[in-house]
């Protein structure tokens, strides 16, 4: 079933005279379950459209929808209602996430009272998650108390409060070690496989993004590429990751040919296509 769909995607911020395309008619499409990475140079748009799915920002045209939600069309009260249940989010900064004067357990319990939970359903939920989450000993800690890694967990946690059907988070890993954030990426994918939850992160980091099945490239507010990724079993009965990257076609049939690809073969504003009976060839014109 797929869950997000986002065609020709834009956002055009306005400060005074100048205008900022970030997001230039993206596609992608997520199914339920799925864990994805989104990588792509900094500037490119992917904090741009994570706060579209989150509900925080309203994309400018195209079309954008998490479930049964448009997010072109929502009313106030929509989106209010979308953020509250549908999707959890976890920014960019860490701090951004957390108060500073409560602990973690009631920062867990937070937004399950904004949603008008029963006390006994929230203390049994926020031990649960806190404990899925590998924090449940520091429950009763202030974010001062927490360390980076410890921080985000619980970061993740009070984003699953209210049982949210997708969980963006936003560089999760970008302030911590080597170590801690393979823990933090680990602590992601138990959430994506335990609890059913869909996952799209946003990652600078390629140890990361090398961990999920598929990673989306977004290049100039483009989703430019995706690469597939799975196990294969060789003849020793050994296993081994192979990785295939693959280019991303709109629906009119537009495609982004990779910068080195079209520098080798200095490919420039008019090229050759032919079809041939199971591919397309692309030549220089000259
Ligand atoms: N609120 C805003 N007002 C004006 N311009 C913005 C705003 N938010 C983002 N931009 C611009 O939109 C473009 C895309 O920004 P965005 O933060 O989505 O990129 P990013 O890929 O997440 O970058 P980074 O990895 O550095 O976080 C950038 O040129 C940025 O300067």
Redesign the pocket.
């Known amino acids: 079933m797929t869950l997000i769909v986002c065609e020709s995607l834009v ?1 055009i ?1 306005q ?1 005074g005279p100048v205008e ?1 395309q ?1 997001l230039q008619g993206l596609d992608l499409v997520v199914e339920k379950g799925e864990m994805i990475a989104v990588v ?12 579209i799915l989150a509900g925080v920002d309203a994309p400018t045209a195209g079309r954008a929808h998490v479930e049964q939600w448009d997010l072109l069309a929502m009313s106030r009260a929509d989106r209010v209602r979308y953020r509250r249940h549908t999707v959890g989010f976890v920014r ?1 900064q860490t701090a951004s996430n957390l108060i500073p004067y409560l602990t973690a357990r009631q920062m867990v319990d937070l937004p399950m009272t904004a949603a008008r939970t029963s006390a006994g359903e929230r203390r049994k939920r926020s031990a649960e998650l806190l404990e899925a989450l590998g924090v449940s000993a520091y429950a009763d800690r202030k974010p001062g108390q927490l360390s980076g890694g410890q921080q985000m967990r619980v970061a993740i946690a009070v984003a699953l409060a209210n049982q949210p059907h997708v969980l963006l988070a ?2 999760p890993t970008g302030e911590l070690d080597t170590a801690t954030s393979a823990e933090v990426f680990g602590a992601l994918r138990d959430v994506n496989r335990d609890l059913g939850v869909t996952v799209v992160v ?1 990652t ?1 980091d390629p140890a990361v993004s090398g961990q999920v099945e598929r990673t989306v490239a ?1 290049r100039d ?1 483009r989703t430019s590429s995706e690469v597939l990724r799975r196990t294969a079993t060789a003849d020793d009965g050994g296993t081994h990751v192979i990785a295939e990257e693959y280019a991303v076609m709109d629906r009119a049939g537009r495609i982004q040919v990779p910068r080195d690809y079209r520098e080798a073969l200095a490919l420039t504003r008019r090229v050759r296509l032919a079809l041939e009976p199971d591919h397309i060839t692309i030549r220089p014109d000259a």
């Open positions: 956002r911020y400060t900022v970030a792509g140079a900094s500037g490119s748009g992917k904090s741009t459209l994570l706060s960019q936003d560089e946003v600078h977004i507010g």
